[in-house]
């Protein structure tokens, strides 16, 4: 460029001034053709030769201009040629220098994998030292006469269940001659139960457990006669189904003198081992739905059913807080409790004489209001007699069942599984002889106390005692707990990745990054998974039954993991942590080069819907490349076969694509937990969404903080319609907001195991139906199991590309169909768990002044 302009101006400089010494080297050309010129005379006049000569002159300037064009073009193309060739190097470099990182990446991988197996106990790597069976010893110690002491330290073989294996259980069949009044119904639910639990095994060497349904009607069950009872039945489970009120039927068990475990409803006292047998819930499974827990307060206070039989030896026993005395007592706080109902009538029942005074259920007890009271009172059967009763217990969750608190007088019942299940958040206990207080405590409980016990009681229904699977379940968990073995992992779905894909070289022009640098480019790097096998069984199952409802499998992570304190990485625990500026902090390009936070360095996986534009979903996918932190990208492809995924040229951009046909085209395939996701971030991602690298590093940033929230960029919220009394869905802007879309959001994997294995199934099946809502339906899940707000990052209100067609209006039937979705998920779930927030993040110096040497964290956001 700068030759060309040079030599115009010398060639106009010397046509019209005919100086032509300014360029140095046009002059000595000149002056020889000058020179060339005198030796051949034309004779001519002087004019003449004059004006010949500036012709002359005129043309071999041009000559020589013509020469130096030449030149010029080549010296042009030669540096040209020089600059690409420069450039090539320049990527060489770049892709060397990103190869030396992966190698340098592998490297440091393979050599903590090697630490970790050289610094592990010897105990964690190798098989444990079998364990001795205590048992042959301690049987000498028999008790005859009574009822065995048991604990599981005394009576237990541990020595069957390794924590190296899973759990089994092995279930002898259910005999109908053992279980006597069982209805049909209720045997059939539980072998069917029995045979579909991923604990069960027909291999009774390796089970841990031995479990067997007897009959309470049975006078003497031979259990001595059971294959492997072995003598004095270790390890065994005796379930007893009581199916008879306490009334016709004797509830003392033979004393059969064995090391086995019993579980049953009704207890007798000095049959019960504390922290040994197990107390049963009603063996009866409903399908009808529960009921809906608002409004918090109903138009009965406490409602009460239950009759009084009095038996003749009751006045010998003479004890101060017999169930007679309860009884006065609530009548005489009649006018309270009858408020909601009366009691049922005084009935007396005929076959009682044997035990004392005792409540027993009314006959129309079925028709209480308990959906319209607060609180349900009941009584429990007096301790030196029963432990637990199945009038006690089914009342219990039938009381839940509608909503209505238990008010159990009587502060030391044993309830279903109290052994797991913190019944004290969900039911109110109080000792019987503060039944003249009662309407005084009652009084006190506000609202949002209501409201919690009511969601507990019913979460504990759900989850616990809804379905002869859940029964089969905890029983086993009930043993398993106990002996503290580590659940199964989670169920993850098997991943058939399509193989051979094509990959080709991506179109230059669709990255239209800008060069700002959001992070280290590194190798794909899992989380690691199942580091609390132990800790989870041991310290932490109480949490897993009563807070977060999922016992029954292990998780690989849970986005409730503890986190460090911050010094921690700079004493001893610095394992994967990148804090910034090495610990220093910093803003910009310090901030830019290391993730820092609270959790070790972690990766992401974009999940990608697509369904039938492969276009628009090979531009989505280009535009990942160079997205630091990204692990891999998992294409769900939701479209038809063909064309399908193998017909496609796919990018090359840095990390591996895999994609997965799904086997039937759903939206819930965005939260399936496919196997190959093997990072805790989940980046969900519609095939048009369009977001800036900077915007998705940032959002993972603060996903990172808040692992048990959904990170989104859109967001929406549910709007109340006072006409119509009911929800609808908005997406207005605005100033509080309860969803954000799953177009683009990150979440936990954790929540897609929720989504798809214990989320209510008719939220599936709504979602398939309708296609659509299925981002309605995370938002209600991640609501619900949190009781928090997602969280909105970035000023971004849409997120589409701009030339794919969308434009969902108001009026559209998709619109209109998701304000039914939140007013049918809402009925499902009891209540609508979805909140408000008024908060939107940024990044911590958007919008600050910041001084000259200093950068922002972030450029434009
Ligand atoms: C760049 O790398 C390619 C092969 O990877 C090689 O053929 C070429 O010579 C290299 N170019 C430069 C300028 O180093
Ligand atoms: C923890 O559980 C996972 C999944 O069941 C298993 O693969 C892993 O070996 C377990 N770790 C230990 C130390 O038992
Ligand atoms: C959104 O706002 C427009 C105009 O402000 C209003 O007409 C429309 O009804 C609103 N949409 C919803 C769903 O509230
Ligand atoms: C728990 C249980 O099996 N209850 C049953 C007892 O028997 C009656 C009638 O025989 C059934 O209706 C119950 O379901």
């Known amino acids: 460029m700068r030759l060309y302009t040079h030599t115009t101006r010398c060639y106009r400089v010397a046509a019209a001034v005919g100086v032509l010494t300014i360029c140095g080297v046009l002059l000595p050309l000149l002056v020889m053709s000058y020179l060339d010129r005198k030796t051949f005379p034309p004779a001519k006049p002087q004019e003449l030769t004059t004006l010949s000569e500036n012709e002359r002159i005129r043309l071999s300037v041009r000559g020589e201009k013509m020469d130096l064009e030449k030149k010029r073009t080549n010296i042009k193309l030669e540096m040209e040629n020089l600059q690409l060739e420069g450039e090539t190097a320049k990527e060489n470099i770049t892709r060397k220098r990103s190869d030396l990182q992966r190698l340098t990446e592998m490297m440091s991988t393979?050599?903590?994998?090697?630490?970790?197996?050289?610094?592990?106990?010897?105990?964690?790597?190798?098989?444990?030292?079998?364990?001795?069976?205590?048992?042959?010893?301690?049987s000498q110690h028999v008790n005859h006469g009574k009822f065995r002491p048991c604990t599981y330290d005394e009576c237990f073989d541990y020595s069957r269940c390794s924590l190296r294996k899973h759990f089994r259980a092995f279930f002898y069949?259910?005999?109908?001659?053992?279980?006597?009044?069982?209805?049909?119904?209720?045997?059939?639910?539980?072998?069917?139960?029995?045979?579909?639990?991923?604990?069960?095994?027909?291999?009774?060497?390796?089970?841990?457990?031995?479990?067997?349904?007897?009959?309470?009607?049975?006078?003497?069950?031979?259990?001595?006669?059971?294959?492997?009872?072995?003598?004095?039945?270790?390890?065994?489970?005796v379930v007893v189904v009581d199916n008879c009120t306490r009334s016709n039927c004797d509830h003392r068990i033979p004393s059969v003198e064995s090391r086995a475990i019993y579980a049953r409803q009704i207890f007798p006292a000095e049959q019960f081992r504390d922290d040994f047998d197990i107390v049963l819930p009603p063996l009866q499974w409903k399908s009808d739905p529960l009921s809906y827990m608002l409004p918090v307060r109903r138009q009965n206070t406490l409602t009460f059913s239950g009759t009084y039989v009095r038996s003749e030896n009751e006045e010998a026993a003479g004890m101060r807080l017999t169930s007679r005395y309860i009884y006065e007592e609530i009548l005489k706080n009649a006018q309270y409790a009858t408020q909601s109902r009366e009691f049922c009538s005084s009935r007396s029942l005929g076959r009682v004489q044997e035990l004392r005074g005792a409540w027993v259920d009314c006959e129309d007890s079925r028709t209480e209001p308990l959906s319209e009271s607060i609180f349900a009172l009941m009584i429990a059967p007096d301790e030196d007699c029963f432990v637990s009763t199945d009038i006690l217990s089914s009342r219990l969750i039938r009381a839940i069942w509608h909503g209505a608190i238990p008010v159990i007088l009587g502060d030391s019942v044993r309830l279903p599984f109290d052994s797991l299940l913190q019944w004290r958040k969900a039911v109110i206990m109080v000792a019987k002889a503060r039944v003249p207080e009662i309407p005084l405590i009652l009084r006190t409980y506000n609202d949002e106390d209501i409201f919690a016990l009511r969601r507990q009681g019913r979460r504990l229904v759900e989850t616990y005692f809804k379905t002869a699977d859940q029964f089969i379940e905890t029983l086993i968990s009930a043993v398993r707990y106990k002996v503290k073995v580590q659940a199964f992992p989670e169920r993850s779905q098997k991943t058939e990745i399509v193989p051979n894909l094509d990959f080709g070289p991506m179109n230059q022009q669709l990255s239209s990054e800008t060069d700002e640098a959001l992070g280290p480019l590194e190798t794909p790097y899992p989380s690691l998974a199942f580091q609390r096998n132990f800790s989870l069984t041991l310290n932490y199952w109480r949490d897993l039954f009563n807070v977060h409802f999922h016992p029954h499998s292990m998780s690989a992570w849970r986005p409730t993991d503890p986190v460090l304190p911050s010094d921690a990485k700079f004493r001893g625990s610095s394992f994967g942590f990148r804090p910034i500026g090495f610990g220093a902090g910093g803003s910009g390009k310090e901030f830019a080069e290391a993730l820092g936070g609270n959790y070790p360095r972690e990766q992401f996986t974009a999940v990608v819907l697509t369904y039938d534009r492969p276009q628009v979903l090979i531009e989505g996918i280009s535009n990942f490349k160079g997205l630091p932190y990204l692990s891999k990208v998992l294409v769900v492809w939701n479209g038809p076969d063909s064309p399908g995924p193998e017909t496609l040229t796919w990018p090359e951009i840095g990390v591996p694509i895999q994609v997965v046909k799904a086997p039937v085209n759903s939206l819930n395939n965005r939260f399936v937990p496919w196997d190959a996701i093997e990072t805790e971030a989940v980046l969900s991602l519609d095939d048009d969404a369009r977001l800036r690298h900077d915007e998705l590093i940032f959002a993972f940033r603060v996903w990172r903080e808040n692992r048990d929230r959904v990170v989104g960029f859109p967001g929406r919220f549910h709007a109340y319609d006072s006409v119509h009394r009911q929800w609808n869905y908005n997406s207005n802007h605005s100033c509080e907001l309860s969803m954000v879309l799953t177009g683009a959001a990150f979440f936990h994997k954790f929540y897609m195991y929720e989504y798809t294995y214990r989320m209510a199934p008719e939220i599936r099946q709504t979602v398939d139906d309708l296609m659509n809502c299925e981002d309605i339906a995370l938002n209600f899940l991640v609501a619900h199991l949190t009781r928090k707000t997602p969280l909105k990052v970035t000023s971004k209100w849409t997120f589409r590309?701009?030339?794919?067609?969308?434009?969902?209006?108001?009026?559209?039937?998709?619109?209109?169909?998701?304000?039914?979705?939140?007013?049918?998920?809402?009925?499902?779930?009891?209540?609508?768990?979805?909140?408000?927030?008024?908060?939107?993040?940024?990044?911590?110096?958007?919008?600050?002044?910041?001084p000259h040497d200093r950068q922002k964290c972030f450029k434009f956001i």
């Open 110 to 138: 393979q050599k903590r994998l090697r630490r970790i197996a050289e610094e592990a106990p010897e105990g964690m790597l190798s098989e444990p030292l079998g364990l001795p069976d205590l048992g042959e010893e301690r």
């Open 801 to 850: 590309c701009p030339g794919c067609p969308v434009a969902l209006s108001e009026h559209d039937s998709h619109f209109l169909e998701r304000h039914d979705c939140i007013n049918k998920f809402s009925q499902l779930y009891g209540y609508n768990p979805l909140l408000y927030t008024q908060l939107r993040a940024d990044s911590v110096l958007f919008k600050t002044r910041v």
């Open 173 to 237: 069949s259910l005999e109908e001659d053992q279980l006597v009044g069982v209805p049909r119904m209720t045997i059939s639910e539980l072998s069917r139960a029995i045979r579909s639990n991923r604990h069960s095994t027909p291999n009774a060497d390796e089970a841990c457990i031995f479990v067997v349904f007897v009959s309470a009607k049975l006078k003497a069950p031979n259990l001595p006669a059971l294959k492997y009872w072995n003598g004095d039945g270790a390890n065994h489970l």
